[in-house]
């Protein structure tokens, strides 16, 4: 089993910046490695959604049209991080985020396995 904890939200003004990561633990962490990471958030009475996702390697990578430009996703697999690196922030990227795994970078929820328990980011207009 894989556990993912986020950490890094908070509040912040429009147009600021945060950097959300995902370190995995557990006793199979060391998988983490081989598994793409994606990011999703959600926000009270809608779906949740994709924000962004990342290969194994690191060497492939897609975002929400909604965060394109804005949002860096990256991993360090010798940490078993992935990190969202998110700038330009707007009030509507409030949401919680939550960082999931699974074998390949898709953009729909059903494709991880593993998923943390989220972590808020508010943004104030």
């Known amino acids: 089993q894989v556990q993912l904890v986020e950490s890094g939200g908070g509040l912040v003004q429009a147009g600021g910046s945060l950097r959300l990561s995902c370190a995995a633990s557990g006793r199979t962490f060391s998988i983490f490695s081989s598994l793409a990471v994606g990011w999703f958030r959600q926000t009270p009475g809608k779906e949740r959604e994709f924000v962004a996702t990342?290969?194994?390697?690191?060497?492939?990578?897609d975002y929400a049209d909604s965060v394109k430009g804005r949002f860096t996703i990256s991993r360090v697999n010798a940490k078993n991080t992935v990190y969202l690196q998110m700038n330009s922030l707007k009030p509507e990227d409030t949401a919680v985020y939550y960082c999931?795994?699974?074998?390949?970078?898709?953009?729909?929820?059903?494709?991880?396995?593993?998923w943390g328990q989220g972590t808020q980011v508010t943004v104030s207009s």
């Open positions: 999931a795994a699974g074998r390949v970078p898709v953009v729909t929820l059903e494709g991880y396995d593993y």
């Open positions: 990342i290969s194994w390697s690191g060497g492939s990578t």
